[in-house]
């Protein structure tokens, strides 16, 4: 596969990055100046009220006398705490993700009539296009299957006989097919980037269609399509914990503003695929892998708590791991105290790790849970409340289910793809304005120069 080439040599890139930061520098007085609040976030951390949502609710903290007071995190979707569905269909022994999809784009619980055809509907939507797949997916590796199912979401405009029309039924149909045949997309795109990156076989199984979304993907990625129970329904669960996370994080809101624009729904879908490949958002959990393999590299007993402290201390001081300061899994924008998903994930680890190779890894992200927020506060002589975030637990969850690393981050947009169907159908019917934030510009007015004169 042909590539492309830069025909700029170092050199003459470097002149022209410097002569761009030259002219894009803003003093960061500025922003206090004008009370910009950059990134969408309050002096105190909160996010700027943008819009209103009946699809999900991410509490972290509540507000006394205009103070910001941290308090256990809570996750509602469509008013009802996940922790609750989750708990249920692990107390039952049943699958949840798409009881869950069903209840954040209808908005209430489905019976079990109800579930049974939304699953039969799914399943029914899951094949590609005929040819898409080779023809979309195989005749262009990548080496990034995030990017891959971005083209491959727009792609799908081509093969869609109506694709520009935003009534609701049209968005619906639209939605659940993505949902359905995102796995696909995602399974199909990874062989073949083992095939040409990794030059590894390739192996493509016919999905069967009684089979829910986390049985179809262990069933996919193993070349002997073996898998069993608990390890289908533990995936369930991370594709349940992942669903949704309100209308203000990166991927939904970008989600949000590009529906407001009365754009297609492959479009918006595409952007929010982009935003959730980001290190700072979805990509974190490659983030906390390769930080526990600094780790690892770094002390001789990654359970000894002194050893790890002084780790993690080094982190910081931006002196080991990737040299960027972060503890990577640890803190959120939202939650204080706890993260309802990193508590359900940890639980579920530690049931799985225990006496097997990942017994004391698991450990060892205990004691990063642990050690983190204190080491935190002393380095930055801070009282911010930090805590384990949903990151720092599914990596080795996705680890025990012999997962790749190149999957971490497209099995979030599996799961994420259903609260973003949910947040394109609300700000469809609810929006009604182009999303439109206003920027002060900076610039001082300045006469044209004819070029002979420059």
């Excluded at 968005?171 to 997309?185: D, E, G, K």
């Excluded at 997962?403 to 793809?417: C, H, N, S, V």
Aim: aromatic letters at 8%.
């Amino acid at each position: 596969m042909s590539t492309i080439n830069s025909h700029i040599n170092e050199q003459d890139i470097k002149k022209l990055c410097d002569h761009i930061r030259k002219y894009n520098y803003i003093d960061s007085v500025d922003f206090e100046r004008y009370n910009v609040k950059r990134g969408l976030r309050n002096s105190d951390g909160t996010g700027v009220m943008a819009g209103i949502t009946n699809v999900c609710a991410v509490e972290g903290y509540y507000i006394d006398d205009g103070e910001k007071v941290p308090r256990e995190g809570r996750l509602l979707f469509r008013g009802i705490n996940m922790e609750d569905i989750v708990g249920a269909c692990i107390q039952e022994d049943r699958f949840g993700f798409e009881e869950i999809a069903y209840l954040l784009i209808f908005g209430t619980l489905p019976d079990k009539e109800q579930l049974d055809d939304f699953c039969a509907l799914l399943s029914a939507c899951r094949e590609l296009p005929e040819d898409f797949t080779e023809d979309m997916i195989m005749k262009a590796p990548s080496p990034d299957i995030m990017n891959k199912l971005s083209r491959s979401i727009l792609a799908l405009y081509s093969y869609d006989s109506n694709p520009d029309d935003t009534s609701i039924e049209n968005v619906l149909r639209q939605c659940l097919h993505l949902i359905a045949q995102l796995p696909a997309i995602m399974v199909y795109a990874y062989q073949v980037k083992r095939r040409h990156y990794y030059h590894k076989s390739m192996y493509i199984h016919q999905m069967k269609p009684e089979h829910r979304t986390a049985q179809t993907i262990l069933r996919s990625i193993r070349a002997d399509k073996v898998f069993t129970d608990r390890e289908a329904k533990l995936l369930d669960i991370c594709l349940m914990v992942h669903a949704e996370h309100g209308g203000g994080n990166n991927s939904t809101f970008a989600n949000r503003v590009l529906t407001s624009s009365g754009t297609d729904t492959y479009a918006s879908m595409a952007a929010s695929v982009g935003a959730l490949k980001g290190p700072k958002h979805g990509g974190a959990n490659i983030k906390v892998s390769q930080m526990v393999g600094f780790i690892k590299d770094g002390v001789s007993d990654i359970t000894d708590e002194g050893q790890v402290a002084d780790f993690l201390r080094k982190i910081i001081r931006k002196e080991a791991g990737d040299g960027s300061g972060l503890i990577y899994g640890m803190g959120h924008a939202v939650y204080t105290l706890s993260d309802p998903r990193a508590k359900i994930l940890k639980a579920q680890a530690g049931e799985f790790a225990a006496g097997t190779e990942f017994e004391d890894e698991f450990k060892l992200l205990g004691l990063i849970e642990r050690l983190t927020p204190e080491i935190f506060s002393s380095h930055k002589s801070s009282e911010k409340s930090i805590c384990a975030n949903v990151d720092l637990y599914s990596g080795i969850i996705y680890k025990m289910l012999d997962i790749p690393p190149d999957l971490f981050t497209p099995i979030f947009t599996i799961a994420r793809i259903a609260g973003w169907s949910a947040h394109r159908i609300e700000e469809l019917l609810t929006g009604g304005r182009i999303i439109r934030p206003a920027y002060k510009s900076n610039t001082i007015k300045k006469d044209y120069i004819p070029i002979n004169d420059r």
